[in-house]
């Protein structure tokens, strides 16, 4: 491909007018070759003005495609934005802000655009009709992922996503306001101006970069100067009210509950990279106490023969290019239209020296003005005319024209087709909350039905497309919008404009297009009238069904300019009124938004928000592994340099049995429970007996749901006769505040007790193996006494240590050996921790993490995550006799059902494997050992394991049918997942000082 | 034995708020962080039905209106802000007031409230940070769901809500703005990393630490 090192001039720029500025030059590159745009221009407006006319291939078809629209509707101008991981494809070219260094690829092309050998299909087309995947993939079903679905991606993909990851910025944002204004057109600038001069808060929404709306693509005049004038002179009266915000090239693609509406803002997408700090797009909640849609009208083509054909283009698109961009996308003119939209489109054509060569009208009577406008041009006019067929390969070379039946056919040579079929309100955000459009006969068009709480509806988007009628319509609904926003409304003055007469007819498509070809009807999805056909004959005719089996109005652009055609067609062939016929369901989001946006500053490991312990960063400075256990991030394991996971559990569960060890314990929840009535309330919230705790004492608590199996476990201190400190696990904490509050709140909301989450004011450290009360002692200020005596098994005591911090201690072991938990102000934990390691040097202390915490509790029995799972009860895990028969407790009751006390429930068991070497999972399955392995003889399952270096070998816990009367005997732990059958011996869930004399010591 | 070691207090933001000028360079800094490393906090929650009792004993005591809902109140150097019903922050800036104030501040608080009331420390559980600056508002928007309009919120009015995510209680000290907002310590790192992606558009300083016990950084 060779590639001029200078573009040439734009050769279809027109030498005056539009809004560009012609000062500056903005240099860019379509499909490899150079271009020149000035600022102002969109990345189709600077195509149009260089002279390129195919911008793509079709979706299924390949067949040539150039420019329909000139705004976010278009359908065929879709390229690859940028390269390399800013790469995005489906970027409709009408929409992209010309920047300087603009790269953009034509897609769904290969190998390039002028030479697409995939065009065969256009050859192959009759059997590419609608249902065509579902009749001929059908089978054998294999295929289809392997050959059926990659073939069909390949040849009809919508551009390749960029395989990077995305360098850019986003962010989202909530902007509060009165009166949220969706469109800067006509009817929105007078809403705005209406409302903003009440004093309300007010947010003009533009999806464009420039406000006006039609203003900037129509030659109008309001109070007898150019509305585009106006329209800026508008804008500094809105910029000049400080409660007033404009937010341009921002879309407003979603309606949801309460005055909500998403938002996109493309804040840098206008320049090749975003600033430093700048993100590339903020995605706005926009809570809003009056909505007013002023979104317009897209306008409706005109289904013919070859209408697809490159420079066959809405009219109003033509009118944009010519009078906004001053850019001429062509030379010699067919003006097709339904109404006296098509005499304003070829003055408007002729004004930018576009030789107009006919005009057809379809209306049957000859209209007054068009004939003064063909003759004032020089043009033909053909009344009763419609286009008939297109010509021409790469670009439109000529048109036929004639009447609806085919008669009176005559051929213009042309290179440029403009069609107008009258326009359809911009309805898509009155559905988003469930409403339904409404037909509306007179103006041949759905019109909005129910609207969304405090929307009202503005301009062409409510079907009042005439200048005056925007204008008007805009001012009231502002005003109105504001008042019932609760602001005083002054009188609304509204500029004077012409009205546009409407006169017009409407064009349904055929079945079968008269002049021969294909007449498509959704240029996205190649979608054609014969498709809408055979979805009729084969009986898919609920709209809803046409769209899924035809694709119609489906990808990117949602059917914006084909929806109406299909349905008319559909009702049409159905005998029934478009307006019976129904719509589709218009969906958020209204054009494609970007999920970073959506995500904005919460992405990789920002995602969700991380909870650290206060002794985080000394832990990471050991060389902690660390594990997500919720929110949290808690030490695994301490590698030493060579070590992995399970030699360095090894080593610190050696160290810890042997001498002493410290592991963080601060993620486990802790609630602070206080007033006359605690003790009577824990007595209530736990199934065992707390009230009789004295004061400097814990004891363990175990707790039940409602429905009477275990909730959770966790520890009970009393400090003082009103005053209990319980915790609970990491995992629970939320979930068992939140059950004390419900508790307390609703279901004795007499108990004089407040409870009051205490997790985050503290530090909390395990301090536990044979030499942990030395440790402990050395860090503890003169006179504190943590002797056994002072201090025994299950204790309790205020400690200060470090000169001065007030400190918590309590006597309480999980690992089964002499241990403490040491608990200090959050903000001494980080000091606590690099403390005791300093202190335990020549005690040999070592730092553990979660794994060989979990070995520990393992060879101790205790029950943890595996065991408290939600489906066990306390009988289940050898805690019967803790469930107080004395008193009541929430899930006493419960947990006396049937079922929840069969004696054939699964037990707590441990075991041990039987030979050395074995490894045993979690989640295996007990067996017989002579038994197959069937869900019949299932006995039960594996919950935890561990390597226990006093038993050289895996031990673990399960739960299993009659397991406490099997210990001693053999089964299998089987394994289907992971292929593991290994044989275990049963026995009681204590491996480690049965006795407990240790952590009696 | 153990080796003579001084150990420092940390802060919720010890280690992420390091002073300095942070994001865009350029012009004046749209957003102005300082980090309160001294505020003691005590929880106060009503006991059942003494709501009332509450706020007499309080106001009798230290001469503190405890507030409406979703207000601050002050008085000398206490502030108390709502969190909900009968539920307040009370708190007071100890600044230069010795190596462990907390203790005796939530003592009086609790003492204040004679029986009424349970009062907890909270000093620790929270981080606090004083925001200012021009672009404050539009920082905060991006994270915090809350209208912060002059016309919505003002000086003396108070939030217990999600911003970027994570659970603050917010008020407002000033009509500069100024913003105190008080972060779930576990999560200051989360916030941290918010606020700075937040401010950085519009540049962000973070100034120097008010008080040696802030420890390293």
């Known amino acids: 491909m060779t590639t001029p090192q200078r573009p040439l001039p734009a050769s279809h720029r027109l030498s005056a007018g539009g809004l560009i500025d012609r000062s500056a030059r903005v240099a860019f590159r379509f499909d490899g070759i150079a271009y020149e745009g000035h600022p102002g221009d969109t990345l189709a407006s600077a195509l149009v003005a260089n002279g390129v006319r195919l911008v793509g291939r079709s979706f299924k078809y390949h067949r040539p495609r150039g420019l329909l629209a000139a705004g976010p509707e278009e359908p065929n101008g879709l390229v690859e934005l940028r390269d390399g991981a800013r790469r995005e494809p489906n970027t409709r070219a009408t929409a992209v802000e010309l920047f300087d260094g603009l790269t953009a690829t034509s897609q769904n092309r290969w190998p390039s655009l002028r030479l697409d050998l995939l065009g065969i299909n256009q050859i192959a087309a009759p059997l590419l009709g609608a249902g065509f995947y579902y009749k001929t993939f059908m089978w054998p079903a294999a295929f289809w992922e392997k050959l059926y679905e990659p073939l069909i991606r390949r040849a009809a993909g919508l551009g390749r996503a960029p395989i990077g990851p995305d360098p850019d910025r986003y962010e989202t944002a909530t902007a509060h306001c009165d009166v949220l204004v969706v469109g800067s057109g006509p009817a929105g600038l007078m809403a705005a101006l209406t409302a903003g001069r009440t004093g309300a808060r007010v947010i003009l929404a533009e999806d464009d970069f420039v406000l006006g709306g039609r203003l900037l693509a129509d030659d109008l005049e309001i109070e007898g100067r150019p509305a585009r004038d106006w329209a800026g002179a508008m804008q500094a009266k809105l910029e000049a009210m400080p409660e007033v915000r404009i937010l341009r090239r921002t879309t407003v693609f979603g309606v949801f509950d309460h005055g909500s509406y998403g938002a996109v803002e493309r804040v840098a997408d206008h320049v090749g990279q975003p600033g430093p700090h700048q993100p590339r797009q903020r995605a706005w909640q926009i809570v809003a106490k009056r909505s007013v849609l002023c979104a317009g009208a897209l306008e409706r083509p005109i289904v013919f023969g070859d209408n697809d054909r490159p420079n066959v283009m809405l009219a109003g698109a033509a009118r944009s290019y010519v009078n906004r961009f001053a850019a001429r996308p062509g030379d010699r003119a067919v003006v097709a239209t339904t109404g006296e939209d098509g005499g304003r489109t070829a003055l408007a054509l002729q004004r930018a020296g576009i030789n107009v060569i006919a005009i057809a009208d379809a209306r049957a009577e000859v209209s007054r003005s068009l004939q003064v406008i063909a003759d004032h041009a020089g043009t033909r006019l053909l009344a009763g005319s419609v286009p008939l067929r297109a010509h021409g390969h790469g670009c439109v070379q000529a048109v036929d024209l004639g009447r609806p039946d085919g008669s009176g056919r005559q051929t213009f040579d042309c290179d440029l087709v403009v069609m107008s079929n009258g326009w359809v309100p911009t309805v898509h955000l009155t559905s988003h909350l469930g409403g339904k459009p409404a037909w509306d006969a007179m103006a041949g068009a759905f019109l909005p039905g129910t609207l969304p709480p405090g929307m009202a509806v503005a301009g062409a988007a409510a079907g009042r497309l005439s200048l005056d009628e925007c204008l008007t319509s805009g001012a009231f609904a502002g005003l109105e919008a504001a008042t019932a926003a609760g602001f005083d409304g002054t009188a609304v003055e509204v500029p004077r404009a012409t009205r546009e007469d409407q006169d017009r007819v409407a064009l349904v498509p055929t079945p079968k297009p008269v002049g021969g070809g294909k007449a498509f009807i959704d240029f996205q999805n190649d979608v054609t009238s014969a498709d809408i056909a055979i979805a009729h004959r084969e009986a898919f005719r609920s709209v809803e069904h046409l769209k899924r089996y035809t694709t119609l109005g489906m990808a990117t652009d949602q059917g914006k300019t084909s929806n109406l055609n299909g349905l008319a067609l559909m009702a049409a062939l159905s005998g029934k009124t478009p307006g019976e016929a129904g719509t589709t369901t218009f969906r958020p989001p209204y054009t494609p938004v970007a999920i970073g946006a959506l995500a904005g500053v919460h992405t990789g490991k920002a995602f969700k928000p991380t909870r650290l312990t206060p002794a985080h960063g000394w832990a990471r400075e050991q060389g902690a592994v660390f594990v997500e256990v919720g929110p949290w991030l808690r030490a695994g394991w301490f590698p030493k340099a060579g070590e992995d996971w399970l030699a360095a559990c090894n080593r610190e569960v050696a160290a810890v049995r042997a001498g002493v060890g410290i592991c963080d314990v601060s993620t486990l929840g802790k609630i602070d429970v206080q007033g006359p009535d605690a003790a009577l309330f824990l007595d209530r919230i736990y199934a065992n007996t707390v009230s009789t705790l004295p004061v400097g004492k814990v004891r363990y608590g175990l707790m039940l749901r409602e429905d009477g199996f275990v909730f959770d476990d966790g520890t009970v201190a009393r400090l003082g006769p009103e005053h209990f400190l319980v915790t609970t696990t990491t995992a629970n904490a939320a979930a068992v505040l939140g059950h004390m509050e419900h508790a307390l709140q609703w279901t004795w909301p007499t108990l004089d007790v407040t409870v009051v989450s205490a997790t985050e004011q503290w530090a909390q450290f395990a301090v536990a193996g044979p030499r942990s009360r030395q440790l402990v002692a050395r860090l503890a200020d003169p006179g504190q006494d943590v002797s056994n005596e002072a201090l025994p098994f299950m204790g309790a005591m205020p400690l200060s240590l470090l000169g001065g911090v007030p400190g918590r201690l309590f006597r309480i072991s999980f690992s089964g050996e002499l241990a403490y938990e040491l608990g200090v102000p959050s903000s001494w934990g980080d000091a606590l921790a690099r403390a005791l390691m300093g202190a335990g040097r020549d005690l040999g202390v070592v730092a553990y993490g979660l794994e060989a915490m979990n070995v520990m509790r393992v060879e101790k029995g205790h029950p943890a995550g595996g065991e408290l799972n939600g489906q066990t009860t306390a009988a289940d895990l050898g805690m019967g006799r803790l469930v107080s028969p004395k008193k009541d407790c929430v899930g006493r009751v419960m947990a006396t059902r049937p079922a929840l006390v069969d004696p054939q429930r699964p037990a707590l068991v441990g075991f041990r494997a039987v030979d050395a070497k074995d490894t045993v999972t979690a989640g295996a399955h007990f067996i017989d050992v002579d038994a197959p392995a069937t869900t019949a003889n299932d006995l039960g399952h594996v919950t935890s394991v561990a390597y226990s270096q006093g038993e050289g070998r895996w031990i673990g816990l399960g739960l299993m049918k009659d397991g406490p009367r099997r210990h001693g005997q053999r089964v299998r732990a089987w394994d289907g997942v992971r292929g593991r059958d290994v044989l275990v011996e049963l026995c009681p869930p204590c491996f480690v000082d049965p006795a407990g004399d240790r952590m009696r010591g | ?217």
């Open chain 2, 1 to 217: 034995m153990a080796e003579h070691i001084t150990f420092s207090r940390r802060g919720a933001f010890a280690g992420l708020a390091l002073p300095g000028r942070f994001g865009q360079a350029e012009g004046p800094a749209g957003l102005t962080v300082a980090v309160r490393t001294t505020v003691a906090i005590a929880q106060v929650v009503a006991r059942p039905g003494r709501t009332d009792e509450v706020s007499s004993a309080v106001a009798a005591a230290m001469g503190l209106t405890l507030p409406a809902p979703l207000r601050v109140s002050a008085a000398g150097p206490v502030v108390a802000a709502w969190t909900g019903p009968g539920r307040w922050l009370v708190m007071q800036d100890e600044a230069g007031s010795g190596p462990y104030p907390a203790g005796s501040f939530v003592g009086r608080v609790a003492e204040a409230c004679r029986g009424a009331a349970s009062v907890t420390d909270q000093t620790d559980a929270q981080g606090v940070l004083r925001l200012s600056g021009p672009r404050t508002r539009d920082v905060l928007a991006k994270g915090l769901a809350l209208d912060l309009h002059p016309r919505a919120f003002r000086a003396g009015m108070a939030a217990s809500t999600l911003c970027g995510m994570v659970e603050v209680t917010l008020w407002q000290t000033d009509d500069t703005p100024t913003y105190d907002v008080a972060v779930m310590r576990g999560y200051a790192g989360s916030f941290w990393h918010w606020l700075g992606e937040s401010a950085a558009e519009y540049g962000l300083v973070v100034a120097p630490q008010d008080d040696a016990r802030a420890g390293a950084g």
